[in-house]
Structure formats: C-alpha cells, structure tokens
C-alpha cells in the first residue's frame, strides 16, 4: 500500500499569544512542531504498512522551516518527505492550499491512499482533507476512527457520527481524515532522528509544479480572514434550590429532564 | 500520630495567643480551630507523621518572626517552621505541638538583578514562579524539585532539595549566595550576600541550606541564575533488565563527554503504574526499565549531536528502543510519566514509605541489584525510580496485600535495616534530597558515626540553647 500523509507545522499552542490589537498571531520565539492531530494520521499510516506492507510519503507545504515538521514524521517511521514551499504559496487560503497539496501529490506518481488529521490546530477548519480529495476527484471519508481490511481495492473503514459508528467501504485511490481514537501516536526514535537528519528532502516550488498563479495565494483564495478575535464566554446557568425534601424531587427531575434533552443520559 | 515527649515545653496559654496577635495581627494566628489547624499537622509523608500544633502563625516580616521567636524563647514554646508543606520526612510535622510557623505570607519576588545574574526572594515564593518570573530576562534557575509547582523556595533552600537537574546543575546549594535569617534566640543576621566569592569567616550560608528549619528561619533568599538553555532534547530509552539501564548510567556519565541535565531512572513497576494512571500508551509491556535522559543548552545541532552519543551509548548498552523528544509537546508527554510515578503508587498502595537513599553515582548498579534481593527476601514490592545520575534513588516500599496494619509497622524497621545496612556498605547516605527530620532520625546513627552526630548536636546547641526552633528533628540534642 502506497500512502501519502499531508502535514502541517503549526505553532505550539501553550506558547502562542496574540496581539490584541492586530488580532494576529505572535509567531516570534514560538516552537513549531507537527500539528498534535496530523501525529493520528502518521501513526494509522504506519499500522497499516505494517499490516500490508508498501511506502509512506509525508508532504508539507509551508516555510523551509516546515521541514523540521517533516522530520519528525520521517524519524516517527515514514519513508520520505516532501517539502512544497515557495514565497508564492503564502497567504493560500484552504482551498488554494489543497489545489497546491494536489498538484504535488499527482507528483508522486501511484498512490493507494492518502491519510489527513481532522484538522489543524492553528486554523482548526477541518477542510484541508477533503478539499485535496475534491481536486484530485477522489473519494474520500472524514473523522475515520479504525481502519478494518483492505481487500480487493477497498478499504473498510469506520467512522464517527453523531449517534454511533458508521462502517463504510471505500474504493482506492481515496481520501482519509482521521481522528484521536484510531491509535495512539508512537513517540520518534533514535535512529529516526539520525535517518532524518541524513536524509536530503525534496523541495517542490511554484515552478516544479507550474501551477496557475490565479488559483493560489491571497488571489486564489475564495475566503478571507477578517478578523481574529477571543470569543465571549456566554454560559447561562439554572439554578434550583430545594426548599424542602419534596423541592428535592422536583430539582433532581429538573436535572435529570435538562441532562436529557442534551441526551447526556 | 506522632507526638514526642523528651523535652517539655510550657502550654501555649489565652495570655500567650493574644501577645501573638498583637504581633502579626489577629486574623493571622488560628488557634483553637481543629479544622484550620489540621493542614499544619502534617507534611506530604506517606504513613502516621501527623501532630497537631497549639496554634498556626503566619508573619509578613522578619521582624514578626524575631518577636515571635523572642517570645517563644521567654515562655518556652516550641516552634516549627513550615514551607508549602510538601516535604517527605516530617521536617514540618509539630511532634512537640507549640506553634507552627508558616512562611506562606511571605512571598514576594525582591529583586531581579540582571546585571549580577542573581535574584532576591522571601520564602514563600513557589520554586516555579522564580522560572517563570526570569523567563522574558533569559535567566534561569537551576532547581527542579519534581514537586516546584508547589513547593516554597525557602523549603527548597531548609531542606538542600535536589531534582531532576541535578546531574548537570547540582543541587540548591549550589545556586545560594546569601540569606537574610532570624536565628533561633530571635536576631536577624545577614549571611552571604551577592559575592561570587566570600571567605570571610565560615560558611554560614552553606550551614543553613539543609538545616531543615532547625538553626534559623530565612527571610531573604540570594540566588544565582544562569543563561536561560534554550534547547532542551529528551531520551527515553528502554531496556530489557533493569540491571542493563542501570549499568548504561556510569557508562553514559563517563564514556561520552557530555553531562545531561538529568538522568531518570524508572523500573518497570514504575512504569506501568504510572502509565496505567495517565492512560499512556507507551510500549512498556516488554521492557524492565527506563532511562530518561535529557541535554540542553544554546545551540540545536549540539543538542542533537549530544543526544546521538548518549542513544548510540544506550544502544551500546542494550537499550531495545531509544525514543527522541526535542519539541516541547513530546517532551512533555515522557516527562509527565516521571513526575506521575509517586502520585500513581499512593492510589494503588496506601500503606507505603519511601526511602531516600543516595550512594555515589558508580555505586547505584549495586545498589538497584541489592535492593532486588531485599525485595525477593520480604517478597515485597520495592518500585525503584529516581535520579539515578546522582547516585539517588527513590525506593518505594509497599506494604504486601496479605500484611495487617500491626505486622506492617513490626516488619517496616526490618526492611529498613537491610535497606540502611546495604546504604553503609556502599558508602551512602539514608537521604539525597529530603532530609531526615523526624522520620529517619532513629536510623541516623546506622549509617553516621557518633562522633559526627556529637558535632551537629553542639552546632545546635550553640544556635539554639533553649531548643526552640523545630525541636526533635535530624537528631536529639
């Protein structure tokens, strides 16, 4: 099985502090590290080499500096990288970012499956995944939480939902996202590190993939951030307080009545 | 609990409280309030080392504390001072009731002084917040006790406290250059100062860092800082036996050229407690112990060429998995198995003591093996987990499922004997990090001689003539 992991370097979150009044993101002086759900979709990449056997390609578009994103991934046990970086790329919203993932995965030449985490940690939009499946014209299958069989070029999958679990079979090529409860992330090793560090990672740019310029960066990209801001925090509590023991009763159904509407139990 | 009778101290009378009060004002001395009281009566020592004070104190200044000691002294009242209370060995447990002391008020940052890399704090300042506070100047502090989120730096300082760092920044000592005291007759004295360099008498400073409140109470704390290290890396690396990641420690220490700013020792009990406890999925069913190893310092690629040597020397050593952490998510991911180690062993076995003991770094392979043998002999599980870069380790006794309370207590001087007789052999010591007090008093003489007791006794004596000031701790006078 030959898998393709898309990945993203994001800012580590306990150190990001905003400007208030730009309402952007301080980078200076901030860690970078792989976004904490994208280690989920390397780690079901290698359980499923491991059960099939075949290649693992990470790629990243972002800053040279993404590359430290993508030895992490090879020293986690992935075969290769790929950096997709270019001045060009910047200010891609998700859809001019998933046309330019696209465009450097039809690359790689035959692939069976491409992993996604849910989302990224920074932007947290979730649409990255299945943008990338919308250009490549693949199926694809969101929130992904076990990977069952591969078996005459489908893959059996099942996925969360709302009120359960959906097992759903999927033909290859496709598009996975996936979410926490598919594996725990095994930690990078010692010889990882060192087969990273030696290894030389390609870069693709704006050139190598001729891209159109129209469809990338600030003027490729259908959405705009218009501001960031912190949320109002807008709790609204009940309060019931029992006069007596028949107050009891009628508070505990109160409780009880408002948990399940909210289908808590 | 644990009252001790040698020396007789006078009540602490209505008349007394009320003089008390009008020292530090009324709302900060609680007195006849069980409730309030009990969080004095007691430190974080696992087993029975609770004693209910009189009365709680809670001065804002040194000359408070002076007043209250000059009291004390004129009606023969005994005093314990007390930290944030998260000591091991009964250092601020009131075994002859009288007054706790608690430094909690006093809690300021004084004064950071950037061009002497030094800081000036009272005692009540959580160890954590010193790095916190010095982070945006570049500056560091070198103390890591594995309770600094919590625990004061004046205890840190009353009780020498070492930690994680110590392999490569040494222990509390190290970092103390002056000390503003109130001596146990009520004086408040300077001792050091901002000097790098200082032989103008002796060493006071360094006799008060781990005299566990016994000879004075700090009231200003001098500390040196250090270069912020920007990069730190982490290793966790697994191995077979607990004998092959022991004997990998010396060989790292030594064979390498690199000291790492700690080396964590956790066997696999520890491991799986701790793991079970955090949900982590670390592959820890094949292995029987871990080393956690970490490097900082300013420069990545050094990092990184540090951390290769010491992998490629567990490798070496018969490690079957090196694992990297070099961003701070991951690191933080290992670390806390570490640090979760003693909290995950309290919720499986609530009968339990854990010892302390400390012998030279090349001892530690013996050491780790004869405490095997111990535990096989009492078929009791020893949990081995600690510093095992400076030679200290924190050995966990549990009590054995089928033991009542009243064998657990005849059987727990026992163990402790092959335990401190081992200690002797090697040349060590029953505490590295968290002192003596109360609890490994009556074990001191195994492992010092006479004469050495003899000479703190009349240190003590000399500082402390009415002993007042944490009376029945380290030894008896």
Known sequence: ?265 | MLKETRYSYNELTLELVQNLKAIVGEQYVIYDDVERLEQFSHDETPGDYVSMPAAAIRPRTAEEIAAIIKLANRENIPITPRGAGSGLSGGAVPIYGGLVLSVDRMNSILEVDRDNMMIEVEPGVVANDINEHIEPFNLFYAGYPMSLETCFIGGNVAENAGGGKAVKYGVTSRYVLGLEVVTPTGEIIELGGKLVKDVTGYNMVQLMVGSEGTLGIFTKIILKLLPLPKIQADLLCLFKTSDDAISAVPKIMTGGGVIPTSIEFMDSHSVQAACEYLNESLPYEDCGAMLLISVDGMDRDVIEEQYITIGKFCQEAGAIEVYVADNPSTSERIWKVRRNIAEAFSLIEKRQFNDDIVVPPASIPAAIAKLEEISAKYQVQIPCFGHAGDGNIHARVLCRKDWDDKKWAAMQPVILKDMYQMIREQGGRLSGEHGVGCKRKKYLNQVVSEEYINMLRTVKRAFDPNNILNPGKIFDV
């Open chain 1, 1 to 265: 099985m030959r898998i393709v992991v898309p990945i993203k370097q994001v800012p580590e979150t306990r150190s990001v502090k905003m400007d208030e009044k730009t309402g952007t993101v301080i980078r200076d002086g901030v860690e970078s590290i792989v976004n904490p759900l994208d280690l989920y979709s390397i780690e079901a990449a290698l359980i499923l080499k491991e059960r099939f056997g075949g290649e693992i390609i990470a790629i990243s578009m972002g800053p040279p500096q993404a590359a430290t994103a993508l030895k992490e991934a090879l020293a986690m046990g992935i075969d290769q990288a790929i950096l997709v970086s270019d001045r060009a790329f910047a200010g891609s919203d998700t859809w001019g970012t998933a046309y330019v993932l696209g465009e450097a995965i039809k690359t790689i030449g035959d692939y069976d499956l491409i992993i996604c985490g849910e989302r990224a940690t920074d932007g947290d939009t979730g649409q990255v995944g299945p943008e990338v499946a919308a250009h490549l014209k693949l199926p694809v299958t969101t929130y992904v939480n076990g990977v069952n069989d591969w078996t005459d070029g489908a893959l059996t999958v099942t996925r969360l939902v709302e009120h359960g679990e959906e097992k759903v079979s999927m033909q290859l090529p496709g598009v996975l996202t996936v979410v926490k409860e598919v594996s725990d992330p095994r930690l990078p090793t010692l010889d990882g590190k060192i087969r990273a560090r030696e290894t030389i990672m390609p870069i693709l740019s704006f050139d190598d993939l001729k891209l159109d310029l129209k469809l990338i960066g600030l003027k490729g990209s259908p959405t705009r951030v218009v501001k960031i801001f912190r949320p109002k925090v807008t709790r609204e509590c009940e309060i019931h307080t029992a006069e007596d023991e028949a107050g009891v009763a009628l508070s505990v159904e109160r409780l009880y009545n408002f948990l399940q509407e909210r289908e808590v139990v």
